[in-house]
């Protein structure tokens, strides 16, 4: 359903062997793993347990960590993004937010938490990318979008 526009963003940013991605409310795992289809070391958080259960069920059986996953695999972690850092110290290149996380419209909070908790964990120049559909008025993503654009600004002043 979504494979498409998680296919496109990793098509444009080039994500491959270089790219370190930290995927923020990564669910039941579909867009980290596309990642590392393409060659990226991924890390996946979340706060829902049955969604990670289901996500560790796709990953190939090996000692990571208490992941499930092989020994630099992708990685499914429960909690927010102070849950993750980045397994070798490199910091992430690449974090994700297919979803908006924790918020209904008019409510950015939850997503505001996590990137800030997420922002010491990225390299400097990292990207960011957050997703949202449906026409403004009724999207859940259109509050948080702006509130990314004000971090993004105080980013460049930084």
Do not use: K, Q
């Not at 998680?6 to 270089?18: D, I, K, M, Q, S």
């Not at 923020?24 to 990642?35: K, R, V, W």
């Not at 110290?89 to 918020?103: D, R, S, V």
């Amino acid at each position: 359903m979504l494979a498409p526009l998680y296919e496109a963003v990793y098509e444009r940013l080039e994500v491959g062997v270089g790219t370190r991605l930290l995927s923020l409310g990564c669910g039941s795992g579909l867009a980290p793993l596309m990642a590392a289809g393409r060659g990226a070391r991924v890390t996946g958080v979340d706060t829902d347990s049955e969604r990670l259960a289901l996500a560790r069920t796709r990953l190939p059986h090996g000692p990571g960590g208490g992941s499930g996953s092989p020994a630099g695999g992708p990685r499914f972690l429960e909690g927010g993004p102070s849950a993750a850092p980045p397994p070798d110290g490199t910091p992430y290149n690449l974090l994700t937010a297919f979803t908006p996380i924790g918020c209904s419209f008019d409510d950015g909070e939850g997503l505001v938490a996590a990137l800030r908790s997420a922002v010491p964990l990225a390299a400097r120049g990292g990207v960011v990318v957050l997703t949202g559909w449906g026409p403004p008025e009724r999207c859940t993503a259109a509050p948080v979008l702006g509130v990314a654009a004000r971090l993004a600004d105080g980013g460049r002043r930084a």
